[in-house]
């Protein structure tokens, strides 16, 4: 089976998230931060008179590499919390992949913990991160986005 996913990267690495979970991808223009939002949420944007909570890709996935890209952008994505934007520091492209060539994740890859994979693919030289976009938040972490006043 086929399978389309966005590419977006991090740091040094590539991840991929599966194209159906992404609603759009924006420039960062700032977020504005909430004091009552939970801690994992960097800040909220408002997009067409929506109010999205935003999670620092970066911060979330390997809080030690701290320092980002100068233009982010915003990956929004459909998440069992609701819309999220993705803080990203490129989005490169689309990228077809055959389910064989999925490979199952080890516990840690490049200082990314394999909880947060879904898998790795490799195409050429290039080696993507298959990111699990409903384990960046636990379950808690969801219930508590859901309920939050982030407005």
Same mark, same amino acid.
């Given at each position: +089976?086929?399978?389309?996913?966005?590419?977006?990267?991090? !740091?040094?690495?590539?991840?991929?998230? $599966?194209?159906?979970?992404?609603?759009?991808? #924006? +420039?960062?223009?700032?977020?504005?931060?909430?004091?009552t939002?939970?801690?994992?949420?960097?800040? #909220? +944007?408002?997009?067409?008179?929506?109010?999205?909570?935003?999670?620092?890709?970066? #911060?979330?996935?390997?809080?030690?590499r701290?320092?980002?890209?100068?233009?982010?952008?915003?990956?929004?994505?459909?998440?069992?919390a609701?819309?999220?934007?993705?803080?990203?520091?490129?989005?490169?492209?689309?990228?077809?992949?055959?389910?064989?060539?999925?490979m199952?994740?080890?516990? +840690?890859?490049?200082?990314?913990?394999?909880?947060?994979?879904?898998?790795?693919?490799?195409? !050429?030289?290039?080696?993507?991160?298959?990111?699990d976009?409903?384990?960046?938040?636990?379950? $808690?972490?969801?219930?508590?986005?859901?309920?939050?006043?982030?407005?």
């Amino acid at each position: +089976m086929t399978l389309r996913f966005i590419a977006f990267r991090v !740091g040094t690495e590539t991840f991929l998230i $599966d194209i159906m979970a992404v609603r759009q991808v #924006v +420039m960062h223009s700032g977020v504005a931060h909430v004091p009552t939002a939970p801690a994992f949420i960097e800040g #909220v +944007m408002v997009l067409r008179s929506e109010v999205i909570p935003v999670i620092d890709v970066r #911060v979330r996935i390997n809080p030690q590499r701290q320092s980002g890209t100068d233009q982010p952008l915003i990956v929004l994505t459909q998440t069992p919390a609701g819309v999220v934007g993705l803080k990203v520091d490129e989005v490169r492209r689309l990228v077809t992949v055959n389910s064989e060539e999925l490979m199952p994740a080890p516990a +840690m890859v490049r200082g990314v913990r394999g909880e947060f994979l879904v898998a790795i693919a490799q195409q !050429g030289e290039e080696i993507f991160l298959v990111l699990d976009i409903n384990s960046l938040l636990t379950s $808690d972490e969801q219930r508590e986005l859901r309920t939050a006043t982030l407005s």
